[in-house]
């Protein structure tokens, strides 16, 4: 079974941190290197939700650049779970707007607020990202890719999702 998912969100909120907490379990604060276009992670579990073995599940990590904004168009089509990361700094909403608009009808949505082990000094508060995923019927939770709070939970959150309706 393999299993799409994309990371989308505005550059720097964290996407690639909190890929590389859930597949590598570290957090790499200093080697901070702009994703350029797309790159990917697969997890192959063995344990977690089924046995034997029987999924994959493939993580897109997309830019959040404008100019890599067609390439992310693409991968919308051929993924089936979507991981939506808050911006930390400023409140948009275009990207859940956008997941609607050009990923699959029945994808897979989860609503993550970054950075909560830096709560207080946050633009975007957990209510606000509670509201905003309310508003969207899609679920909502608090992430910290650097103390590693809720990245493995949410992840096979939605692997649990996409292999329920698989
Ligand atoms: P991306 O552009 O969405 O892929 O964001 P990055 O993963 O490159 O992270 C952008 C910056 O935010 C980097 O300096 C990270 O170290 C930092 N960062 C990412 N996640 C967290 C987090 O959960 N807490 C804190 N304090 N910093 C984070
Ligand atoms: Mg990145």
């Known amino acids: 079974l393999n299993l799409q998912t994309i990371l989308v ?8 941190s909190l890929l ?8 790499i604060s200093e ?8 790159d990917f992670r697969v997890r192959n579990d063995t344990s977690d939700l089924c046995e034997p073995s029987c999924y ?10 404008e100019r890599f904004r067609s390439v992310t168009h693409a991968y919308y089509r051929d993924a089936q779970g979507n991981l939506c990361c808050l911006c930390s700094t400023s409140p948009r909403r275009a ?13 897979v949505i989860m609503l993550l607020g970054n950075k909560s082990d830096m709560a207080a000094e946050r633009v975007v508060k ?26 493995e ?8 999702e996409l292999k329920h309706r698989a």
């Not at 969100?9 to 690639?16: A, F, I, L, P, Y």
């Not at 590389?20 to 957090?27: A, L, P, R, S, T």
């Open 9 to 16: 969100g505005d550059s720097g909120v964290g996407k690639t």
């Open 20 to 27: 590389v907490q859930f597949d590598q379990g570290k957090f």
């Open 31 to 38: 080697s901070f290197t702009s994703t350029v276009g797309i």
């Open 56 to 65: 994959s599940l493939c993580i897109w990590d997309t830019a959040g650049q």
């Open 95 to 107: 990207w859940l707007t956008e997941i609607f608009d050009y990923a699959q009808k029945d994808v």
């Open 126 to 151: 957990m209510e606000e990202g509670e509201k905003l995923a309310k508003e969207y019927g899609v679920p909502f939770m608090e992430t910290s890719a650097k103390t590693g709070v809720n990245v």
């Open 153 to 160: 939970l949410a992840f096979l959150a939605i692997a649990k």
